[in-house]
């Protein structure tokens, strides 16, 4: 790695540039004839003034401080890092793709309003719903989507449901999603066994329960086993049954959320169908319904009729827009690539390699680690550090020795019930080769807990950065570079 | 029997022996928890996998049903020039594959680009502090009328009818959530009509919302605004398109305490509408109710400079339902390919531009006076304005693509106007195009 520490605004010199405009070959304009001066800008914005090529060399600087999916194995839980194909980018960038306009006339872009009904024909099937809109720009904003469908639902039917039930074991933005949407949040205690209590949820159930949001396989990659006594309690007392996508890696071709019981579900495309993070977005959170909820959909929706693909922007019931255009339409057509690429029978081989990878994984490394779990793990599972807290080492630690052999670290302290958890997704893109090699790196980790921590503690030694400080960051926050700020 | 998949690695041999490790026979085995009733009988009904080259043949087939012409078409998503620079930053896969910074000493380019993108950000709007990005610029503005709510702890927002129609159509239904309302202020021609906005605005007032230049084109006075909504104790809230900000005024030096809008103009192909990357800014005094994540400098034990997420206790992931928003992934990449866009732009570059745009569409507007087209905007406008024309703009819009244009956005749907046309002229048209552009349009008006 390199010692390059400049930000671009370091770098920046007066009367340098990077790009190279048209020519004016209209007449210019007079700026204070034509605007009050108030509404002029008299100081321009301080954007950084460099080269082409000193801009590729701090953005190629900076990329070498980065760890991707590309530079090495990502094993964090309930992300689902697995390989971004590269047909899907280079196909989302086609100019037929990248280069038209959401508000084109429909004649002039029927393959992209093709491919748009496909994959929600697509997704139909794969979760076993009835109908899926692609507007939502992520699973969160999937998972609100979802609760103002079953707020428009229950108010249809004359009903005002306030309660949303969510277990524990469940990611943060179920309960804030529910909070966002207008719902109170109860939540749902796990048994010893990693799975939700059915006797304690069924004390909870009444007639103001709109839903219950779950994950399945949960996020400790177990198995709800009880789903479909889960989902007559919850119908019985006519709430209904969210299913959170984040683990649909999972199930493909094994099962389908709509046979689970479910009547909405979201998935994310940048977790299950390999579009890219992005390094945080943009994804892709399209939501399926089951029948009943067709009409609450967010609307454009995209239908066929008579042959040609049409916007239907018409639906008296529907929940309103969610997203501006039709979702994020590059992202969609990368997901669409995979789903073409993989076929039922590829996305089959994805689950089931997926989930022989994390049991492979869970058991080589269960002599050294705390599992907490009995029970065959789906596509991910979790260890507890705790027999490594007793002898000072933390999972934090741990997570920060795994740097330094050029891994990402699992997720860690999620979920919230597994004390020093550790979540592990291996994904079905990696090789039983760097499954062992990890292994044996955690393994390598387990015994310098015991025979020199310190290795451990003052870990990472070998990236560009040491740990930072988190708490100084948060108490006096600097939060963008000021051209008065010394250098540090 | 198992067909061979190019991203599974997984051969024969490996199952076995990773099977035998576990003392399983068969991979059904790891599936026995799930109960007989839910399984899925025979294959999922979705098309059979297709080789590479094969899928080759047929996306570019179904992308050569897209037209791409030149647009005189923007309505929020505009046809603006995208130096190559940008897109091989953004493929760098050390990016693009990587996740959340959740390991800020393996994630320092991401963070350390994000910090960047924050600060341009501030420098455009004129703001203090920038958080990392929103899915785009209408669902930041529905995030922001929800901060004014929580923050003034009043009941409603009044935003006018000047701001793009999908964000109000959104705005609607995200209000839905903590039922607060939504009252649209009327237009006076082109403009918010701020006599009308007076009288509207109230001591429940949250926020006054606004778009600069307006999705007519046409500037609002900000500075009239403001004082209006200042005299009641609302915030005012302000969406902005970030490249006319190189010649106008910054709204944060006009009373705006918060600014969002949409990055798409700064580096960002249109891509029918997405992805694209919200962005949002505010005053100093909001920080701690920013949603999303936000970058903030720091240091590691011996000094040096480092980046982390922070702020984090106003996130989902740590607050759970106390949050006040639930947005986590965001359009991150989007942001650094607008931050690398605003970087091969610089200073000079962006007012350039952001003046060739002006100077473009008042040409055209001026060519299209001349041929006596009555043009609607009574305020001065950036890249974009209204011409009434003689028949509905649907029947316009088809004669147009059948002469190689794509036209204007028809004004009819949301505003019951159908014989108006909101034309955007951007950098990418040449004088050449603008003139064939009017003549076919006089030729089919006329």
Not at chain 1, 138 to 161: D, F, I, N, P, S
Not at chain 2, 164 to 189: C, F, K, M, N, W
């Amino acid at each position: 790695m390199n010692a390059y520490t400049d930000l671009i605004f370091e770098i920046s010199r007066p009367g340098r540039t990077g790009c190279s405009l048209p020519e004016r070959d209209v007449d210019a304009v007079n700026l204070s004839k034509k605007l009050p001066a108030h509404l002029i800008r008299e100081e321009a914005p301080d954007l950084p003034e460099v080269s082409e090529l000193q801009l590729v060399r701090h953005y190629t600087a900076l990329s070498n401080k980065n760890h991707g999916v590309d530079n090495g194995f990502y094993p964090l839980g309930s992300c689902t890092m697995k390989y971004n194909p590269k047909i899907n980018e280079d196909v989302a960038k086609l100019d037929g793709f990248s280069r038209i306009h959401p508000y084109q006339p429909e004649a002039t872009v029927q393959g992209a309003l093709a491919l748009l009904h496909e994959l929600q024909e697509d997704l139909a099937v794969i979760t076993g719903m009835d109908a899926v809109t692609l507007q939502p720009s992520a699973g969160a904003q999937g998972e609100w989507t979802g609760l103002m469908m079953v707020k428009a639902y229950h108010q249809q039917r004359g009903e005002k449901r306030t309660k949303v039930l969510v277990p524990d074991s469940a990611h943060g933005t179920n309960p804030a999603s529910a909070t966002v949407a207008g719902f109170r949040t109860v939540t749902i205690p796990s048994t010893k066994n990693g799975l939700v209590d059915v006797e304690e949820l069924k004390k909870h159930v009444d007639d103001d329960t709109a839903a219950l949001m779950l994950t399945n396989p949960n996020t400790l990659g177990l198995f709800e086993k009880d789903i479909l006594e889960i989902a007559s309690v919850i119908h019985e007392a006519g709430g209904l049954l969210y299913y959170d996508g984040a683990n649909a890696n999972a199930i493909l071709g094994k099962t389908t959320p709509g046979k689970m019981g479910f009547d909405i579900v979201h998935l994310n495309l940048h977790k299950t169908f390999t579009t890219p993070h992005g390094g945080g977005g943009p994804g892709a959170g399209p939501v399926g319904v089951k029948e009943k909820l067709i009409p609450f959909l967010p609307v454009p929706r995209i239908e066929k009729r008579n042959g040609r693909f049409v916007l239907n922007r018409e639906e008296p019931l529907s929940i309103g827009r969610v997203k501006g255009y039709y979702g994020n339409f590059g992202i969609l057509v990368r997901a669409y690539t995979y789903i073409r690429t993989m076929g039922p029978d590829g996305l089959r081989q994805v689950s089931e390699s997926a989930v022989l990878h994390a049991n492979y994984l869970r058991k080589k490394l269960e002599p050294y680690f705390v599992s907490p779990y009995e029970q065959v793990s789906k596509h991910e599972f979790v260890l507890s550090g705790s027999r490594q807290k007793k002898l000072g080492v933390r999972t934090l630690d741990m997570a920060k020795r795994l740097l330094d052999f050029g891994y990402h670290p699992p997720t860690i302290y999620f979920p919230l019930n597994v004390e020093e958890c550790l979540m592990i997704e291996p994904t079905e893109t990696e090789s039983k080769e760097t499954l062992d090699a990890f292994a044996d790196v955690m393994i390598r980790i387990a015994r310098e807990v015991e025979e020199d921590p310190e290795t451990v503690l003052n870990a990472p030694h070998t990236t560009v950065i040491g740990r930072l400080d988190e708490v100084k960051a948060a108490r006096k926050p600097v939060v963008r570079w000021e051209r008065e700020t010394v250098r540090l | 029997m198992t067909s061979t998949f190019q991203y599974l690695p997984d051969t024969d041999q490996d199952q076995k022996e990773m099977l035998s490790f576990l003392n399983l026979s068969s991979i059904e085995d790891l599936f026995s928890d799930m109960p007989e009733s839910i399984r899925l009988q025979g294959e999922l009904a979705i098309p059979k996998a297709m080789p590479e080259p094969v899928l080759w043949k047929k996306m570019k087939g179904m992308a050569r049903r897209n037209a791409e012409l030149p647009l005189f078409l923007g309505a929020g998503t505009y046809d603006h020039f995208i130096p190559s620079v940008v897109g091989h930053m953004i493929s760098r896969s050390e990016f693009y594959t990587a996740y959340t910074p959740y390991q800020p000493e393996i994630s320092q380019g991401e963070l350390q680009a994000i910090f960047e993108f924050q600060t341009m950000v501030c420098e455009l709007t004129g703001m203090d502090v920038a958080n990392s990005s929103m899915y785009d610029g209408f669902t930041a503005l529905a995030e922001a009328a929800s901060l004014a709510i929580a923050h003034t702890k009043r009941t409603k927002v009044v935003v006018s009818r000047a701001v793009h129609p999908e964000s109000r159509a959104i705005l609607q239904t995200v209000a839905a959530g903590p039922d607060y309302a939504v009252e649209e202020a009327a237009l006076s021609t082109d403009i918010t009509d701020l006599e009308a906005l007076t009288k509207q605005v109230d001591s429940q007032t949250a926020a006054v919302i606004v778009q600069y230049p307006n999705f007519f084109g046409s500037i609002e006075d900000l500075q009239e605004i403001k004082k209006i909504a200042a005299a009641q104790g609302a915030l005012l809230i302000v969406s902005a398109n970030p490249l006319a900000l190189g010649l106008l005024q910054a709204p944060g030096k006009l009373g705006a305490d918060i600014v969002v809008g949409d990055m798409q103009p700064l580096g960002i192909p249109m891509a029918f509408g997405g992805p694209h990357c919200g962005y949002f800014a505010v005053t100093k005094s909001l920080m701690r109710k920013v949603p999303g994540r936000i970058v903030g400098q720091t240091t590691d034990a011996d000094g040096n400079r480092g980046f982390v997420l922070t702020l984090q206790a106003r996130e989902q992931h740590i607050r759970r339902d106390k949050a006040m928003s639930n947005i986590c992934s965001n359009q991150a990449l989007n942001a650094l390919a607008s931050a690398v866009c605003m970087s091969a732009l610089g200073k000079t570059g962006l007012r350039e531009m952001a003046v060739l745009n002006l100077e473009k569409a008042d040409y055209a507007c001026r060519l299209l006076q001349q041929k006596s087209f009555p043009i609607l905007n009574e305020s001065p406008f950036f890249n974009e304005f209204v011409v009434q024309l003689p028949k509905p703009v649907t029947d316009v819009q088809n004669a147009l693509i059948d002469a190689g244009f794509i036209g204007g956005f028809d004004l009819g749907p949301d505003y019951g106007e159908p014989n108006r046309m909101l034309i955007a002229v951007t950098e990418q048209r040449t004088k050449e195009e603008i003139d064939a552009f009017i003549q076919t349009l006089e030729g089919i008006v006329r």
